[in-house]
């Protein structure tokens, strides 16, 4: 009997091309390894959340990754990082990027300090 | 005098997502020593070349990022002296007893107006670097020095909104210098900031950053580019993910690599750079020059870099 390979599932960003995913592979690899772009790629440990996704059908298996990032109800209704998930079955995904902040804004606050200065 | 009676950034303490995988990271990779372990899993590392008995805590957590960063003072009276500086700045200081962290004495916290955890102390046991006082010899027993080799905690980027309030609490309280900033090319405002209390291009660094309380990196100091380059032979091992390098910065002109933890905390090592004392100018470099400032050889600076934190 001619040994079988282990399955591999493939991962699809919305409705772009099928990406292959070897076994034991996380998702946010076998995108970068297949040239796929849209899927950001920062601390590939679950931690920084860069490239949070929301998992649209398919089964995965899920391992350790920030609450900051990932709440708990946020990781009940499929929303993961994709440095973190490896496919249980071929896999549908949106991009959704790091969870936005209470603190949002693209330009940094200036304080100057400037009401201190006046009143001395 | 170069050395202030505030004398390094002596610990750091990280939340990690997963003990086991930290521990292997740090200790067996990066090559520090443990030295106390607590019953919740929070475990204490030196590295080699250090007195201390620790300067790097990881504590397991549901999220990454800095608990607080510690700054060594020289003695009791010095830490008196800071905190009434500090409450001369309108920055609260609360009083940690002896032993509040295992194995030190007491203890002045507070928060940086950037939003971390800070603390202040004078005192903590000392158990060496395996050389005896003496005739110490060059080297610790074999085997003492491992992994990536790293001799000391040297230095933590972090990152936070109110980079002017730092400036108060590192100069004013601290007694600290700049000794490079990177600006905005356009409306002068300082981006980066790197202070030095000691002969070291930076103790500390703080990078502007929306968000409040962000932890950028640890670095820890290796004695070589020979000892770098090692570093990213076990990194590429390992199959550590890598963010940048090995190549030179251009602040500090330290050699350099940085790197992630198993929960991502962002890590560096780093050698070289020049030395620093308090008569000399302080560089500037602007944001239109950031590629050169940040990674001086390749001169590019990945997107990540500036995005990412924990």
Redesign the interface.
């Known amino acids: 009997m001619p040994e079988v390979s282990p399955r591999r599932w493939t991962v699809q960003i919305d409705d772009g091309p099928p990406t292959p995913c070897p076994p034991g592979t996380s998702v946010l690899r076998a995108l970068a390894a297949g040239g796929r772009r849209g899927v950001?790629?920062?601390?590939?440990?679950?931690?920084?959340g860069?490239c949070r996704v929301r998992v649209e059908s398919g089964h995965y298996e899920r391992g350790?990754?920030?609450?900051?990032?990932v709440p708990p109800a946020d990781a009940a209704v499929g929303i993961a990082l994709a440095c973190r998930i490896n496919p249980l079955s071929d896999l549908r995904i949106t991009v959704l990027g790091?969870r936005p902040?209470s603190?949002?804004?693209?330009?940094?606050?200036?304080?100057?300090?400037a009401c201190e200065e006046i009143r001395s | 005098m170069s050395i202030n009676g505030v004398l390094r950034t002596g610990e750091v303490a990280i939340r990690v997502l997963d003990i086991d995988a930290a521990r292997t990271h740090y200790g067996e990779r990066v090559g520090l020593i443990e030295t106390l372990r607590e019953a919740d899993g929070t475990t204490y590392y030196k590295a080699w070349d250090e007195y201390d008995l620790y300067s790097v805590i990881l504590r397991p957590a549901d999220s990454p990022g800095l608990d607080h960063v510690g700054f060594k003072v020289l003695d009791d009276a010095t830490l008196d002296d800071v905190v009434a500086k500090l409450e001369g700045l309108g920055i609260a200081t609360t009083a940690l007893a002896a032993d509040t962290l295992p194995k030190s004495g007491r203890r002045a916290q507070f928060t940086l107006p950037s939003g971390h955890t800070a603390h202040l102390f004078a005192e903590k046991e000392q158990c060496g670097n395996g050389m005896p006082l003496r005739n110490p010899g060059t080297i610790p027993p074999p085997g003492t020095i491992r992994g990536m080799r790293a001799t000391r905690l040297d230095h933590c980027l972090l990152g936070g909104a109110d980079l002017e309030g730092n400036a108060k609490v590192f100069i004013d309280a601290f007694g600290w210098r700049v000794t490079e900033k990177v600006i905005d090319s356009g409306s002068g405002i300082d981006i980066v900031v790197f202070y030095s209390g000691s002969n070291k291009p930076h103790d500390v660094a703080f990078v502007r950053n929306p968000e409040q309380g962000r932890f950028h990196h640890a670095s820890f100091f290796l004695n070589s580019v020979e000892d770098i380059y090692h570093a990213g032979d076990l990194i590429g091992y390992y199959d550590i993910p890598v963010e940048v390098g090995p190549t030179r910065h251009g602040a500090t002109r330290g050699a350099t690599i940085y790197f992630f933890d198993p929960s991502g905390n962002r890590n560096e090592v780093f050698t070289d750079g020049y030395i620093y004392y308090p008569d000399r100018p302080m560089l500037v470099w602007d944001t239109d020059h950031l590629g050169e400032a940040a990674f001086a050889q390749d001169r590019q600076v990945p997107e990540s870099f500036l995005t990412v934190t924990t």
């Open positions: 950001p790629i920062g601390c590939r440990s679950g931690g920084c860069v350790p990754m920030s609450a900051d990032e790091r902040r603190t949002p804004g693209a330009l940094p606050p200036v304080k100057t300090h």
